[in-house]
């Protein structure tokens, strides 16, 4: 490709014979060439079918390689995953500095603080997300994240869970369930879930609504069969 050089090495172009590679065609469904697939951290990113002008692959190309502000954010993954958690954060915040609109970089800054146990912080980054990604499940979980570090950081006496462990990972369920067996010690909780399993754990009493009605309440293993 003539104008690999401008890009200084920042990609790598493989060409691979689909005769003598047939499984590997399969895998990626290639039915003519040129098929292009563009991979970026094992992951593929980017497609595309047929010939296509000089234009549309320099952008092609362009949407692949990482901008300053994203390097930022996969600098902030490392020294997470070293157990720098002031240095993850100093990074994410230089990636949102080169790019305010990085909005996966405030979501690994939001929940970079809220592990930190800075809740009044992430929550001000949350209120700088557009409005229109709001429903992202991203999003989401990371609300519900907040809103249990919250909890932790205040004297409640009552609390309320509605199908809050719907979202997020597994650790992160993990860890508001072993915070709600905490609480349960001193306060009272009032859980709203379609999961059984985990109504019976939580629960030593269980009502059934359905239909805005009352079906049956009592012990959860009578109610729930």
């Given amino acids: 490709m003539l104008f690999r050089s401008e890009y200084g090495g920042r990609f790598r172009l493989a060409k691979v014979n689909v005769d003598e590679n047939q499984e590997l065609a399969s895998r990626y469904g290639v039915r003519s060439i040129p098929d292009v697939v563009g991979f970026r951290d094992g992951d593929v990113q980017e497609h595309f079918l047929g010939a296509q002008p000089e234009s549309q692959v320099r952008a092609f190309i362009d949407r692949l390689i990482p901008g300053p502000s994203e390097i930022e954010r996969t600098r902030a993954r490392r020294l997470r995953e070293t157990g720098d958690l002031e240095g993850a954060i100093g990074a994410l915040t230089a990636a949102l500095q080169l790019d305010p609109d990085n909005h996966e970089a405030r979501l690994d800054l939001i929940g970079l603080l809220i592990d930190r146990g800075s809740p009044d912080e992430a929550q001000a980054q949350l209120e700088l997300l557009p409005p229109q990604i709001d429903v992202d499940s991203r999003v989401q979980a990371m609300r519900t994240r907040l809103a249990f570090s919250i909890c932790a950081h205040v004297e409640a006496e009552i609390l309320v869970v509605d199908e809050a462990l719907a979202v997020g990972d597994i650790v992160f369920q993990r860890k508001c369930l072993d915070w709600i067996d905490s609480f349960r010690q001193t306060g009272t909780l009032l859980f709203v879930s379609h999961s059984m399993s985990e109504v019976r754990r939580l629960c030593t009493r269980a009502v059934w609504i ?14 729930i069969r």
């Fill in 210 to 223: 359905e239909d805005g009605r009352i079906r049956q309440q009592g012990e959860p293993n009578e109610v």
